[in-house]
């Protein structure tokens, strides 16, 4: 259907202009049971085209909500009005965007679209399991969300893509109560990459994951505040992608370099240890297939792997077209936009810390008095590199020891120099893809990384 659209349109792209012309179809799907009732049942679809002209240094954007040839032709013709409209009006008489090698993409993968019954019946049998089995909780929800986005990119330079984002995920939170009938609850989501079919069959085969976290949930009523202070902590993998995101991937994204970011006079400096070593990667990561794989932006770009820290020195930015050619660097693919109705923005894909060689076991061994941080409910960061998460599971070290379960608190810092205390890293790999990036628009997005020993202000009571 998208090609019906777009194809007449694309040989009538205006003289004079670089342009792109986009047709989009979005779907959602939402079901949430708590204490096995039905609170959240809901499907949403959003579809329409936009068109972006570039001219003279400025852009023009229209955009519509109807897949149609007409409505192609409309919003080519407005955003090119509109971006006449600009240069007579700015006129910063800027030099054509570069040129670049076309993306010719056919990645669209498969949206198979499940009925909401197959997704209620799921949670119902999949909760069952749940109220059946783990007698000490005090409450339980469960939720399946399915999101895609399929795109279907011309542009006037030649390039052609067809994409398509699908994932699908079920959220299990328990919760139970400390000693003091303080509540205290885990969290954990299973899934990833396609449709529903493609991620879950049998309700079951998820009891050995939600066995692991309801014993971590026992062990949290059981649990103490840490001390408060600049501690020694293992990272476990998904707390570090989280720290590769928002506290370090932001900061080189190049519109907040410009901005003022703490990245834009760090370039080829040392901004963490020399065993710190960050990946934006496109499709394909450590020799697997990434989370949530980009084979093109919206930009027309083929995507490719954008190295952003080497061996502790900061080596590279995340560009669109226009900011690379400011900074003197290739854009990789990372103009990106969520909704048909979106302008591309320059967004992460997949960011990760790379693994190295230390043995996990060894990480908490070689720790006096610390602790093992496992996952994060929230967290917040700058254009400073500040940051604070919320840390949700986690552990004492004692004498190189795991010992008790502490209770919920944060941790603090500013990435760079956080980075730079890093003097372990473990050859394991962890992937974490349930969430968006929100970044003035959603965006799916995966992120990850080893655990990391590193110092780190820990939060206490």
């Known amino acids: 259907m998208l090609f019906d659209i777009l194809g007449a349109r ?9 342009a792109e012309l986009r047709a989009q179809f979005n779907s959602a799907r939402s079901v949430t049971l708590i204490s096995g009732n039905l609170t959240t049942n809901s499907r949403s679809e959003i579809s329409g085209v936009s068109a972006r002209c570039y001219k003279n240094g400025v852009y023009g954007f229209s955009s519509m909500a109807e897949l149609s040839p007409a409505a192609a032709e409309t919003v080519l013709k407005t955003a090119a009005d509109n971006a006449s409209f600009m240069d007579g009006h700015i006129r910063k008489g800027a030099p054509p965007l570069p040129g670049l090698n076309k993306a010719r993409v056919n990645k669209a993968a498969d ?13 119902r049998e999949l909760d069952g399991l749940i109220a059946g089995k ?11 969300r399915a999101d895609s986005m399929e795109k279907l990119l011309y542009t006037s330079e ?39 079919e493609d991620n879950f069959s049998d309700p079951a085969l998820l009891l050995e994951g939600i066995d692991d976290y309801y014993g971590k949930l026992m062990d949290k009523c059981s649990g103490v505040y840490p001390e408060a202070g600049l501690k020694t902590c293992v990272l476990d993998g998904g707390l570090a992608g989280m720290l590769a995101h928002e506290a370090v991937g932001h900061t080189v994204e190049a519109d907040l370099v410009m901005g003022g970011s703490v990245a834009g006079g760090c370039l080829n400096m040392q901004v963490a240890s020399e065993k710190v070593s960050m990946t934006d990667f496109a499709f394909a990561a450590l020799g697997k297939p990434a989370p949530l794989p980009v084979y093109a932006d919206d930009e027309g770009v083929p995507a490719a792997d954008v190295e952003l820290i080497r061996d502790g020195v900061l080596v590279g930015y995340l560009n669109s077209r226009e900011t690379a050619r400011r900074f003197g660097m290739e854009p990789g693919g990372n103009a990106r936009a969520y909704m048909f109705s979106d302008e591309p923005l320059i967004r992460m894909r997949n960011t990760a810390i790379l693994p190295g060689r230390d043995r996990l076991e060894d990480m908490i061994a070689s720790v006096d008095d610390g602790y093992y941080l496992l996952d994060t409910n929230n967290g917040q960061a700058d254009t400073t590199g500040e940051f604070m998460f919320g840390i949700s599971l986690g552990y004492e070290i004692r004498k190189g020891k795991l010992g008790r379960a502490i209770l919920d608190t944060t941790i603090s810092g500013v990435a760079f120099e956080m980075l730079k205390t890093v003097d372990m890293v473990s050859g394991n790999m962890t992937w974490l893809s349930s969430g968006f990036c929100q970044k003035k628009q959603p965006m799916p ?5 080893p655990e990391l020993r590193c110092r780190v202000t820990i939060g206490g009571r």
């Open 111 to 123: 949206c198979r679209d499940a009925e909401q019954k197959v997704y209620i019946d799921f949670l």
């Open 10 to 18: 694309a040989a009538a792209f205006p003289e004079g202009m670089q």
């Open 445 to 449: 997005v995966g992120l990850g990384g």
């Open 158 to 196: 030649g390039s052609r893509a067809h994409t398509s984002l699908p994932r699908c995920y079920v959220y299990v939170l328990m919760s139970a109560e400390t000693k003091s009938s303080m509540p205290v609850e885990v969290f954990k989501p299973f899934g990833g990459f396609g449709s529903f």
């Open 134 to 144: 783990y007698k000490r909780l005090t409450g339980r929800r469960v939720a399946v």
